[in-house]
T-cell receptor
């Protein structure tokens, strides 16, 4: 069964600190993996999209890594800011099957002063 | 460029009624997808439309349906509402030229918050 598991479910860090969010997936075949940031009450905003041939992709203070062999991805946030407080959702695209997009439940990040 | 717009933003309906939600994609985008988001299940894919054709569909009952017009605007309809349909319904548009979930950016609207009582 195609699944995306994210950890931790929630995380609290101090402003200025770094953190890493994890995403493990069992989706096969695999097309691409996306990370989204969703502020409370708003729609998700894309951070990165990675195909199976990409290992690392950065977007400002956000760096995503992908290991297609172990089916793991991580999102590293550097020098966190209060505005980073949000849910981070990992999404894997499967070109075949009933569900072309498989979503993780997200990691709720709280950055405190 | 204007972003994805969804109307209405909030809606309260009674069990058994039906509801229609609207989505206007970013100008030039022909791919529109719909999602349901609940605290328990997270985000779930409903369906995707490309050039007025449904290209992909998630695992939702037939009470959930949609359509896309020639100007790429899309509507989704839920008939015979159930309490469990209470959710945030999100629409996203994409510059995809094939209607598949390739490495194209998806731009989400603010969502419609549906409450079923």
């Amino acid at each position: 069964k195609n699944q995306v598991e994210q950890s931790p479910q929630s995380l609290i860090i101090l402003e200025g600190k770094n953190c890493t969010l994890q995403c493990n997936y069992t989706v096969s075949p695999f097309s691409n993996l996306r990370w989204y940031k969703q502020d409370t009450g708003r729609g998700p905003v894309s951070l990165t999209i990675m195909t199976f041939s990409e290992n690392t992709k950065s977007n400002g203070r956000y760096t995503a890594t992908l290991d297609a062999d172990t089916k793991q991805s991580s999102l590293h946030i550097t020098a966190s800011q209060l505005s980073d407080s949000a849910s981070y959702i990992c999404v894997v695209s499967a070109p075949t099957g009933n569900t072309p997009l498989v979503f993780g439940k997200g990691t709720r990040l709280s950055v405190i002063a | 460029k204007a972003g994805v717009t969804q109307t209405p933003r909030y809606l309260i309906k009674t069990r058994g009624q039906q509801v229609t939600l609207s989505c206007s994609p970013i100008s030039g985008h022909r791919s529109v997808s719909w999602y349901q988001q609940t605290p328990g299940q997270g985000l779930q894919f409903l369906f995707e439309y490309f050039s007025e054709t449904q290209r992909n569909k998630g695992n939702f009952p037939g009470r959930f349906s949609g359509r896309q017009f020639s100007n790429s605007r899309s509507e989704m309809n839920v008939s015979t509402l159930e309490l469990g349909d209470s959710a945030l319904y999100l629409c996203a548009s994409s510059p995809s030229t094939s209607g598949s979930f390739g490495p194209y950016e998806q731009y989400f609207g603010p969502g419609t918050r549906l409450t079923v009582t």
